[in-house]
């Protein structure tokens, strides 16, 4: 019986500490809409021209007036946060406690760290008016797969998904038409729910082009919407 009461407590500290984690958050990131999230691998560096990719696009939403959005890590989300800080607008990180990988770069005007990847993934679904996926690995792909899901199902409002690098995704790609349509595990329109695009102002143009008979911000019943995720 002792072990069971202290494994309850350990369990309501642990959901104390998420409601506090999101609070905070929510409060520290009420000012910095429209955003924008740019996602990315961690492990591609400066010398890798996606680098310099996503440097260009997050300053022109930057200066465009959107707040970049990014994990806060090194790699492809440093690009996004240098571009970002080098623009009009807020360059925003959202750190995650990691073993490995994860160590903040330092071109954040917002910083903050979070302990569990729902709490972050939530706070991107909630702040960003976009995604724009540069290649990247699991965490990528993972941020890709949740924001498709959740537009597929309904759960938030269709906003802007833009994959860029045509090579890279190619196959992935190809691979949902061929296989996951033809089994028809996805619907064929299923594939209109994200674009590929290259050029870093076309990026700008798609995100300002969805949004050209509305605003930026969710209505009250979207934002009704997003407190059933």
Same mark, same amino acid.
């Given at each position: 019986?002792?072990?069971? !009461?202290?494994?309850?407590?350990?369990?309501?500290?642990?959901m104390?500490?998420?409601?506090?984690?999101?609070?905070?958050?929510?409060e520290?990131?009420?000012?910095?809409?429209?955003?924008?999230?740019?996602?990315?691998?961690?492990?591609?560096?400066?010398?890798?021209?996606?680098?310099?990719?996503?440097?260009?696009i997050a300053?022109?939403l !930057?200066?465009?007036?959107?707040?970049?959005?990014?994990?806060?890590?090194p790699?492809?989300?440093?690009?996004?946060?240098?571009?970002?800080?080098?623009g009009?607008?807020? !360059?925003?990180?959202?750190?995650?406690?990691?073993?490995?990988?994860?160590?903040?770069?330092?071109?954040?005007?917002? !910083?903050?760290?979070?302990?569990?990847?729902?709490?972050?993934?939530?706070? +991107?679904?909630k702040?960003?008016?976009?995604?724009?996926?540069?290649?990247?690995?699991?965490?990528?792909?993972?941020?890709?797969?949740?924001?498709?899901?959740?537009?597929?199902t309904?759960?938030?409002?269709?906003?802007?998904?833009?994959?860029?690098?045509?090579? +890279?995704?190619?196959?992935?790609?190809?691979?949902?038409?061929?296989?996951?349509?033809?089994?028809?595990?996805?619907?064929?329109?299923?594939i209109?729910?994200?674009?590929?695009?290259?050029?870093?102002?076309?990026?700008?143009?798609?995100?300002?082009?969805?949004?050209?008979?509305r605003?930026?911000?969710?209505?009250?019943?979207?934002?009704a919407?997003?407190?059933?995720?």
């Open positions: 019986m002792k072990h069971q !009461s202290l494994v309850a407590a350990r369990e309501s500290w642990w104390f500490n998420i409601i506090a984690e999101m609070v905070t958050a929510s520290r990131l009420a000012g910095v809409s429209p955003a924008v999230a740019i996602f990315g691998s961690a492990r591609l560096k400066a010398d890798n021209p996606f680098y310099a990719t996503t440097e260009i300053r022109k !930057s200066d465009a007036g959107f707040s970049v959005l990014s994990g806060g890590g790699g492809l989300m440093e690009a996004a946060n240098k571009g970002a800080v080098a009009k607008s807020p !360059s925003v990180g959202l750190n995650i406690v990691l073993p490995f990988e994860q160590g903040g770069n330092g071109y954040q005007d917002v !910083s903050m760290m979070f302990q569990h990847f729902f709490a972050r993934k939530t706070m +991107f679904v702040h960003a008016a976009a995604y724009v996926v540069m290649p990247g690995g699991f965490g990528t792909l993972d941020e890709l797969s949740e924001a498709l899901t959740l537009i597929q309904g759960k938030i409002r269709r906003f802007p998904v833009i994959l860029v690098g045509t090579e +890279f995704w190619r196959g992935l790609i190809d691979w949902m038409k061929d296989t996951m349509v033809t089994e028809k595990v996805i619907n064929p329109g299923d209109d729910l994200f674009k590929l695009i290259d050029d870093p102002d076309q990026v700008v143009a798609a995100i300002f082009d969805h949004y050209a008979d605003g930026f911000m969710p209505s009250p019943d979207e934002r919407l997003e407190m059933t995720l």
